[in-house]
């Protein structure tokens, strides 16, 4: 079975910085694409960055220019950078990844439990 454990998040004032990492156990065939959502209270799953096995990335409108996603796909884990944060970057970051858990199987998607980052004024 593949978990996925974050870690990182945390209270942080405006303007300030924190890393996110979460990595992938399990030893699953292959991973593919990973990524950061986040939900805040009373708001729906959103995502937030996305990254291919091969280093593409994808970026919500709200993360562009301050957030950074990369990822090591020796130690399968994703990454992310997050500067200049705002008050409504407050929520509980998932990450998720698909996977190819054996050879031949179809990709599944698999979720962390959740980290939580506020951010004060």
């Known amino acids: 079975q593949v978990q996925l454990a974050e870690s990182g998040g945390g209270s942080v004032q405006a303007g300030g910085s924190l890393r996110l990492s979460c990595t992938a156990s399990?030893?699953?065939?292959?991973?593919?694409?990973m990524g950061w959502y986040r939900q805040a209270p009373g708001k729906q799953r959103d995502v937030v960055a996305t990254i291919t096995r091969g280093g593409a990335t994808n970026y919500a409108d709200s993360a562009k220019g301050r957030f950074t996603i990369s990822r090591d796909n020796a130690k399968n884990t994703v990454y992310l950078q997050m500067n200049s944060l705002k008050p409504e970057d407050t929520a509980v970051y998932y990450c998720?990844?698909?996977?190819?858990?054996?050879?031949?199987?179809?990709?599944?998607?698999?979720w962390g439990q959740g980290t939580q980052l506020t951010v004060s004024s």
């Open positions: 399990g030893s699953p065939f292959s991973i593919n694409a």
């Open positions: 998720n990844a698909v996977v190819t858990v054996v050879p031949g199987a179809f990709p599944r998607g698999f």
